[in-house]
């Protein structure tokens, strides 16, 4: 039975007491039967390709995939896209940045290196506005994500289901699983990787702030934007935090100042 939204707190916290003793099978077994309009936010990270092929397997109509072009994702990226594509053979809806379609075009528009100038607005117009357009245009009402506890930061505490600041529902069905536990199910299953992963990589993002790690969850999230505090994605945050800083800096969407 799909659920009915909003969810109150005590449904919530019934729900994961029950999700939390489950496999990431089976947590995806129990969305694809109980969450309204389910898709799989992804930006082809190794944990997400593993939800990817269970779902493959758990169903002949799995949730359709979104991806976020940043327009600065590695070239392996965007040729694990394709291959995912060819493999699954399940169409994956791209969303850009709004109104520019390279990088090019991007920097006439807002200027040179934005994720060192002002990264706070370059997450917002690179991740945020695309990943809100997507949910609008698509309908979505819940997703499902690659994220783990065992990533630490701000995921350190995750729950199999949440609930965002705008009512989207966020499955989290790896929450459970180290990055040792996601790699043995990758490879056990000829699942496609990305051939950065190969060269000392385990977390991929933008090319301008992913850099190789080293060994052990800790390593493995260290590998993005080395040298600052942050650790977690503009997909992630609350939005509120996002446009309060850039209320702050006077900033507004439309790319002025």
């Not at 490879?187 to 301008?208: E, I, M, T």
Request: charged share 25%; with cysteine; net charge negative.
């Amino acid at each position: 039975m799909t659920l009915e939204t909003p969810l109150s707190p005590q449904q919530l916290d019934e729900i994961n007491a029950h999700l939390e003793h489950l496999t990431p099978q089976q947590i995806l077994k129990w969305a694809l039967d109980n969450l309204p309009s389910l898709y799989q936010t992804t930006a082809f990270g190794l944990t997400g390709l593993a939800g990817v092929d269970m779902l493959s397997k758990l169903t002949s109509n799995p949730p359709p995939l979104i991806f976020i072009d940043t327009l600065y994702h590695f070239q392996e990226t965007i040729d694990l896209k394709n291959e995912v594509e060819r493999k699954y053979g399940h169409p994956v809806h791209v969303y850009k940045p709004k109104g520019v379609e390279t990088p090019q075009e991007f920097e006439q528009k807002y200027g040179e290196r934005l994720w060192e100038t002002n990264d706070i607005y370059y997450d917002y117009l690179v991740k945020i506005e695309p990943g809100d357009r997507a949910n609008e245009e698509l309908g979505v009402k819940s997703v499902i994500t690659g994220r783990r506890a065992s990533q630490g930061g701000d995921r350190s505490t995750l729950k199999p289901l949440e609930v965002d600041e705008q009512g989207l529902l966020k499955l989290n069905p790896f929450f459970a699983w180290n990055f040792a536990a996601v790699k043995e199910y990758v490879d056990a299953n000829g699942v496609p990787r990305n051939a950065l992963l190969d060269q000392g990589y385990k977390s991929v993002g933008d090319w301008h702030s992913t850099v190789k790690s080293g060994e052990g969850d800790q390593g493995e999230r260290a590998g993005r934007w080395a040298g600052k505090a942050k650790t977690e994605c503009g997909l992630h945050v609350k939005h509120s935090e996002i446009q309060q800083k850039l209320d702050a800096q006077h900033v507004n969407v439309n790319g002025t100042t």
